[in-house]
């Protein structure tokens, strides 16, 4: 009879011993041509994270050049005074480098990724596209060219179409949250060479600018490096820029954007509220993410779960821009889809969880979880050297202190469920919700207009 052989398992990992975990402090510093440094050593993080904020916010853009400042930040990386568009894209392979950029509302952001023993060599392709980019003709004209052809298939994309409608609802026409960040085919399509090299001759220099640095810098000289490259970048002092109040009109009121046939309705219920600057932010924050924040949430557990009427319907608070004068706004904000015949009933169903959750409050357990999810999941949310210099840019782009992220963590873990269900009523009130449904108005607007959460409007799909 033949022996049957044993298995040799491997002994079971034994968890370690739990650390103290804190978001990280930076370091801050100013080089000689005025530029904010803000440095953060995390061991073992190869990878070193740049990014780098220019202060050439949205609202900035000339009139009729809603757009510029997009085509802007994508040509940085099309060539310099040193490089071609294609020996530039080059450099940045052989240093194994990667570099973005993108323009919102606060202003320019560059993102450079690079190995620790290739930073000189980043920082040094970096800082020849901030302090001489080429913005020749011909590569401009190109990036305006796949802009355009951009747009249509953004209009056509749900969510970025009921974005765009929300928008344009909430702030007045004048103002240049009510449009597109990358703005239109028209404006685009106005931009040139001379537009992109005027508005970076008029919003980015040095004075003005901060650049964070994260990752592994064992045997890193950064101060000389900084020096060598950001450093020896010039221009011309910076004058006040006078920076309007966001104002917006959230008086309660449904707009259907019509796509006649859709088999499923977007939805974006939204309005606007107070920024980081505000004392109540980590009680929204933890109300909101109770509401609508992951799939045990109370949206997703009634009308997904329960009705099945979508795969899943969330709630955030994203800020616009902050201040600490007041005059910041984030945009709080439900999004999902369902289907079509069931747009009236999931509607319905919302607003209700949300007039129970201002009858009910939230529970205990709710509040828990949401905690542990939020504050426990941190140290993960934060391993990679870019996650943190994507936190630590925001809170220079906010007007932060730079021990804000840690600061926010030890305020979540401490808010009470009273607070939070408080915090989460005043965000999402039902008679002061705009409304935009991206779907079939045929189908939709009549069940929707019974409701009586205000008047439905129908605007065309574009």
């Known amino acids: ?43 073992g993080q190869q990878v070193v994270a740049v990014e780098v904020l220019l202060d050439a916010p949205l609202d900035a853009e000339p009139a009729g050049l809603d757009g510029v400042a997009t085509i802007m930040a994508r040509a940085f990386s099309e060539g310099t005074d040193k490089h071609s568009a294609e020996d530039f894209a080059a450099e940045l392979e052989r240093a194994g480098a990667t570099l973005d950029a993108h323009a919102d509302h606060p202003g320019v952001r560059l993102s450079l ?35 355009l052809d951009e747009i249509p298939h953004e209009l056509a994309n ?35 060479a001379a537009a992109v090299r005027a508005f970076y001759d008029r919003h980015v220099r040095p004075a003005t600018a901060t650049a964070v640095v994260v990752g592994d810098l064992t045997g890193i000289d950064l101060d000389e490096l900084l020096g060598e490259t950001l450093g020896a970048w010039t221009g011309s002092p910076a004058e006040p ?41 980590p009680a929204q924050v933890l109300g909101t993410y109770c509401l609508g924040g992951t799939l045990t949430s109370r949206l997703d557990r009634v009308l997904r779960e329960e ?39 999931a509607l319905d169903d919302l607003f209700t969880v949300l007039r129970k959750l201002a009858a ?11 905690v542990q999810n939020l504050v426990g999941v941190a140290p993960l949310k934060y391993e990679t050297a870019a996650a943190v210099a994507s936190t630590l840019a925001d809170q220079v782009e906010q007007h ?38 991206v779907g079939d108005a045929a189908q939709i607007k009549e069940p929707v207009e019974a409701l009586g959460v205000g008047p439905v409007t129908v605007v065309a799909a574009e």
């Open 360 to 370: 009910e409050g939230l529970t205990e357990a709710e509040r828990d979880v949401a």
């Open 241 to 281: 820029r006078p920076v309007p109040p966001v104002t917006a009109d959230d008086t309660g009121r449904v707009v259907i954007v019509d796509r006649p046939g859709a088999v499923q309705t977007q939805l974006l219920i939204g309005r606007i509220g107070p920024d980081r600057h505000d004392r109540v932010w």
């Open 400 to 437: 932060l202190p730079d021990d804000y992220q840690a600061t926010l963590y030890q305020q979540l873990a401490q808010t009470g469920t009273v607070e939070a269900t408080a915090a989460v009523v005043s965000a999402f009130p039902v008679d002061r919700l705009v409304t935009v449904l």
């Open 113 to 147: 990724e690079v190995p620790a023993s290739r930073l000189a060599k980043g920082l040094a392709l970096l800082s020849d596209a901030l302090r001489a980019p080429a913005f020749a003709g011909s590569e401009v004209e190109r990036l305006v060219r796949n802009r």
């Open 307 to 345: 009705k099945g009427y979508t795969y899943g319907v969330r709630s955030f608070g994203q800020v616009l821009r902050s201040a600490p004068d007041g005059t910041g706004a984030a945009m709080l904000a439900i999004s999902g889809s369902v289907d079509t015949p069931n747009t009236g009933p």
């Open 158 to 192: 749900p969510s970025r179409r009921a974005a765009k409608e929300l928008s344009r609802q909430l702030f007045p026409a004048t103002a240049r949250m009510s449009r597109p960040r990358q703005g239109t085919e028209e404006t685009v399509a106005a931009v040139d």
């Open 1 to 43: 009879m033949t022996e049957l052989a044993t298995m040799e398992f491997h002994p079971r990992p034994e968890a370690g011993e739990a650390r103290p975990w804190a978001f990280p402090a930076p370091g801050r510093g100013t080089l000689d041509n005025g530029i904010t440094v803000l440095r953060c050593h995390r061991p």
